[in-house]
Each structure stands twice: as C-alpha cells, then as structure tokens.
Nanobody, 124 residues
Framework: QVQLGESGGGLVQAGGSLRLSCAAS????????MGWFRHPPGKEREFVAA????????LYALSGKGRFAISRDNAKNTVYLQMNNLKPEDTAVYYC?????????????????WGQGTQVTVSS
C-alpha cells in the first residue's frame, strides 16, 4: 500500500523559511515525477513545484520561482520543498504527490498518489 507522509509545516513570520519533507512508502518512485501542490484558504488547489524522475528536471509555478526549491533523495524515497522568503499569500495546506509519468508536470490529473497535507501559515 502506497503512503505519502508530509512533514515540516508550521507557523512562520513573513520572510522566514520552512523545509517540507514527503516520505513515500510501499513502492519506489525514483523514475516517477514527484510534486508539491497547495490549497490556500478559499481558493482552488494549485501547483507549486515538481521534480522529474528521469533527467533531474524541475518545474516551478511562477508564485514560487526564485523562492522555492524542490529536491529529492531517491535512496530515501523522499521529496523536499525548501521555501524561503515566505509571504502571507503562501499560507496553505501543502500536499506532495507522485505522478504516473516521469517528467515533471503541473497537471494535477496525472498525479496518482497524494499525501494528507501539512499546514503552512505565514504571518505578516
């Protein structure tokens, strides 16, 4: 049974940093893209960043470009999201997900496994 478990969320002041982790179990996902999405209060869930399973490519939403960095440790079946210079508008529940495909994508529909989410709250 595949499980994804996020950690690292919390309350931080604007300008601060957080590092989210997502550990996968039940299968090895080294060849699959892994991504992060977020669900801000009162809005639709949106793409944040993704890492390809092959080739090492990454993809970022404009909102996080230059501030967020996605990385992965395939030996640990874990993906990370380093978030710097956080803003109040980054407040959301953050979800990690594993894609059916190998190439990083922002399309929510191709991600087949999802974690339960971790809350990130940025105060002004």
């Amino acid at each position: 049974q595949v499980q994804l478990g996020e950690s690292g969320g919390g309350l931080v002041q604007a300008g601060g940093s957080l590092r989210l982790s997502c550990a996968a179990s039940g299968r090895t996902f080294s060849t699959k893209a892994m991504g992060w999405f977020r669900h801000p209060p009162g809005k639709e869930r949106e793409f944040v960043a993704a890492s390809s399973g092959i080739g090492g490519g990454t993809l970022y939403a404009l909102s996080g470009k230059g501030r967020f960095a996605i990385s992965r440790d395939n030996a640990k079946n874990t993906v990370y999201l380093q978030m710097n210079n956080l803003k109040p508008e980054d407040t959301a529940v953050y979800y990690c997900a594993v894609s059916r495909e190998s190439i990083a994508s922002g399309q929510e529909g191709i991600y087949e496994y999802w974690g339960q989410g971790t809350q990130v709250t940025v105060s002004s």
